[in-house]
């Protein structure tokens, strides 16, 4: 497989050209270069956007390969060949309008959702598509559909309230102000967390049946998140607060039911979805956890690093790709479901942590 650098990716040296600064709008990073690999990543940047084929560029991405700052190059059609894969099946939604898409997808959903619904999609569906196609034909490519939009959803959250960190802004805003007041907001992101968490498993086991050339990796990936709601468990514990105490947003609800209805009818969709459960790269800390240790009660910050090392360890932001290498090349329809759900899913998401004070009463 062929790796491609996303558009924005840029690349320069700093510090008399000792170190490789990387600079992504969701990721910078400085890399230290040893004098001996100079010459051929010096030759790697040069082609980076110019010729990515070239074995220098190629290596150093492959170097990088566990940070979102690639997507994979569609693969040819006979690639595909003598593959265990996952087929696609017909459905019927409408997608002309989030509105309609809501209405038809057949999810349950609470109807105050609606006050949410953009009036238009906004992401540009057609640019994500030609990313993906697999030459000489009308399908795409599951593996690199799924690497780019990865990418994508980054890139747009790097514009939108929630990928300019308006969450963890806003808690330390609160904190300041008001500590029992921030200590409630974080009762909530928690019980957020703790639904999810406490029933995610249930969401992914009807895939056993809907995606079954993926069972042995889905039975693999419930076993490796069963029990971590008690994480939010201990949270709840040392801020001395009570679980039940706290609403479940109509959001949180949709992500799950979405998640579920995907399971059975669009694996391709299933697989997406997952990146909405994870981190799609781990840095050095959970951004609720670097707030809370801000406070009187950095211990409760525990029960987050505990599953943010859990899910950093088992490499949980992959899973989408692995799921992905199961699915065999998919009609436009399936794309298109995945991008209306994973679009409206991440605007409802972030009009929904937006209006904090208002779920939380503040």
Not at 35 to 60: S, Y
Request: aromatic residues 14%.
């Amino acid at each position: 497989m062929l790796y491609l650098p996303y558009e924005t990716l840029s690349v320069s040296w700093s510090n008399n050209n000792k170190k490789l600064n990387l600079t992504l709008p969701w990721l910078s990073m400085e890399i230290d270069v040893d004098p001996v690999e100079k010459l051929w990543i010096e030759k790697a940047i040069n082609f980076l956007h110019k010729d990515p084929f070239q074995g220098e560029t190629q290596r150093f991405i492959k170097e990088l390969k566990d940070y979102p700052l690639f997507y994979y190059k569609p693969r040819l059609i006979d690639e595909f060949k003598n593959q265990n894969l996952e087929g696609s099946k017909s459905f019927n939604v409408d997608y002309s309008t989030p509105l309609n898409f809501f209405n038809s997808a057949q999810i349950p959903a609470d109807p105050a959702l609606q006050h949410d619904i953009p009036l238009k999609w906004e992401w540009e569906w057609d640019k994500i598509l030609n990313k993906c196609r697999i030459e000489g034909t009308e399908l795409y490519d599951p593996l690199s559909f799924i690497s780019y939009l990865i990418c994508y959803r980054l890139q747009w959250e790097s514009t939108s309230w929630s990928g300019q960190d308006g969450l963890g802004k806003k808690l330390e805003e609160l904190l300041k102000k008001d500590e029992q007041k921030f200590f409630k907001a974080i009762g909530w992101i928690s019980k957020q967390s703790y639904f999810i968490t406490k029933n995610f498993c249930d969401g992914l086991r009807p895939a056993l049946t809907y995606f079954p050339k993926a069972h042995d990796l889905i039975e693999h990936f419930i076993n490796d998140e069963a029990g971590h709601h008690k994480f939010m468990d201990q949270v709840f514990s040392d801020l001395n607060l009570k679980n039940d105490d706290y609403e479940v947003g109509p959001a949180t609800r949709w992500v799950l039911a979405a998640h579920n209805r995907m399971a059975i009818f669009s694996p391709l969709a299933f697989t997406a979805m997952i990146n909405l459960f994870e981190a799609a790269f781990y840095e050095g800390q959970d951004p609720i956890s670097r707030v809370i240790k801000k406070s009187s009660k950095p211990q409760a910050a525990r029960g987050y690093d505990l599953h943010y090392k859990i899910n950093q360890e088992h490499r949980h932001c992959d899973m989408p790709l692995i799921f992905a290498q199961r699915i065999a090349p998919q009609p436009k329809e399936h794309l298109i479901l995945t991008l209306a759900i994973f679009e409206l899913t991440l605007h409802f998401l972030d009009q929904m942590e937006k209006r904090l004070d208002e779920f939380v009463k503040i």
